[in-house]
């Protein structure tokens, strides 16, 4: 299965090759008894090995004080329109019936370092983001530091961080700039400011009975800055935080932090576009959390390595494609040694020297026409359900 994710979501019918090639004619062609097996395999194990290999990648780096720093963001995964799919996750908006695939939301965390992944929630595309965070908020831990977006930076969000002892840096809203006579000046775009919770017994995302348990008034660190980049216009930000100490955390570092947040958004376009998951086979909802979590196995394993490789420095970039390939190919020779009853650390040493010499250079900044240029699929789109189209096809 780690095989298939990494050969860029293939199908089980390219494991069952293998298998043959290996074992010559012994194995059979049919890709049945491999989907039964793949079937019996839980997602929950599945994710306590991911897991694990992320908090061993991060263990490799510098922490900078913090159990983990976390860049939260959501996306969406596509998979095979069937009734189960179906009744899990609908359609998105303005497809009709048999005309589109169905479509989950899912909120994920991901490591800024060690670059590992996981899902903390998955729902219906029509999910907002900070629902799906609210319902991951019993995954926080003690020590924790989340980078976000807008679409976290709330109260609640504060107040749920503080009841797990952690801490959160998001990007702030336009009602954020309003100042108050007893905001406290820490320099230039820098102060501390008092949320209090709304009144209002009504709350769409936290039960009535948790709300009551949030503190009256919550103290934040409100931050102003510019962006200036080179062949960008400047951009002014506001950044709220819970971390209130400016000789501890300096202005800078909390901006320096929140930048990285766009490393999620290469993440998964290292997913769904290098290892092509942004489509995923499964043909129920089991089935679906199964190869998601398959993926994130595959991708926590190559940032391992690379960490690795790295021996934790921040300012090396390997490049993800190379890698997988190189994994993979590692898989098949470890079953080889496993069998034989041989160590696999000779291999595995192997496997970080060659991820070590494959090393990205730092191109220089390439000039970017201000236009976009589309190309057209070659296909029409759908206008009836697929069973009509099938049927033309056989007449």
């Given at each position: 299965m780690l095989g298939q994710a990494l050969n860029r979501n293939a199908p089980c019918k390219d494991a069952v090759r293998r298998l043959q090639i290996e074992f010559g004619e012994t194995a059979s062609s049919s890709?049945?008894?491999?989907?039964?097996?793949?079937?019996?395999?839980?997602?929950?194990?599945?994710?306590?090995?991911?897991?694990?290999?992320?908090?061993?990648?991060?263990?490799?780096?510098?922490?900078?004080?913090?159990?983990?720093?976390?860049?939260?963001?959501?996306?969406?995964?596509?998979?095979?329109?069937?009734?189960?799919?179906?009744?899990e996750w609908p359609y998105a908006g303005g497809q009709k019936p048999g005309c589109g695939f169905p479509v989950a939301s899912a909120l994920m965390a991901h490591s800024l370092v060690g670059k590992g992944s996981e899902v903390l929630a998955m729902a219906s595309w029509k999910a907002h983001d900070f629902r799906l965070y609210v319902e991951s908020s019993g995954s926080f831990r003690e020590g924790d530091l989340q980078v976000g977006d807008r679409a976290f930076c709330s109260y609640t969000a504060f107040a749920l961080l503080r009841e797990a002892k952690a801490d959160g840096i998001f990007r702030g809203k336009e009602w954020c700039l309003k100042t108050r006579a007893d905001d406290i000046a820490l320099g230039d775009g820098d102060r501390i400011t008092v949320w209090r919770k709304c009144q209002s017994?009504?709350?769409?995302?936290?039960?009535?009975?948790?709300?009551?348990?949030?503190?009256?008034?919550?103290?934040?660190?409100?931050?102003t800055a510019t962006i200036r980049a080179r062949g960008f216009r400047d951009e002014k930000i506001v950044v709220v935080t819970s971390l209130l100490d400016p000789e501890k955390y300096p202005k800078e570092m909390i901006l320096k932090l929140y930048l990285r947040r766009w490393?999620?958004?290469?993440?998964?376009?290292?997913?769904?576009?290098?290892?092509?998951?942004?489509?995923?086979?499964?043909?129920?909802?089991?089935?679906?959390?199964?190869?998601?979590?398959?993926?994130?196995?595959?991708?926590?394993?190559?940032?391992?390595?690379?960490?690795?490789?790295?021996?934790?420095?921040?300012?090396?970039?390997?490049?993800?494609?190379?890698?997988?390939?190189a994994v993979k190919?590692?898989?098949?020779?470890?079953?080889?040694?496993?069998?034989s009853g041989r160590s696999c650390a000779r291999a595995f040493s192997r496997?970080?020297?060659?991820?070590?010499?494959?090393?990205?250079?730092?191109?220089?900044?390439?000039?970017?026409?201000?236009?976009?240029k589309r190309r057209p699929k070659p296909y029409p789109l759908l206008t009836k359900p697929r069973g009509e189209y099938a049927s033309e096809e056989v007449k």
């Open positions: 890709t049945a008894a491999y989907c039964k097996a793949r079937y019996r395999v839980r997602p929950e194990t599945v994710r306590i090995m991911s897991t694990r290999l992320s908090a061993e990648a991060d263990g490799l780096c510098d922490t900078h004080g913090f159990n983990r720093i976390l860049a939260l963001d959501a996306t969406t995964f596509q998979m095979s329109d069937t009734d189960a799919n179906r009744s017994k009504r709350s769409m995302t936290v039960p009535k009975e948790r709300r009551e348990g949030f503190p009256d008034e919550i103290r934040v660190r409100v931050i490393e999620i958004e290469v993440s998964f376009r290292d997913m769904k576009t290098t290892l092509r998951y942004e489509f995923v086979r499964g043909q129920s909802p089991r089935m679906v959390k199964l190869e998601i979590e398959i993926l994130l196995l595959a991708y926590n394993l190559m940032r391992y390595v690379m960490s690795r490789g790295g021996k934790g420095s921040q300012g090396i970039r390997f490049g993800i494609a190379s890698t997988s390939a190919s590692f898989l098949s020779v470890i079953q080889s040694v496993y069998r496997l970080v020297a060659a991820v070590v010499s494959d090393v990205l250079p730092r191109r220089k900044r390439r000039p970017y026409v201000r236009a976009v």
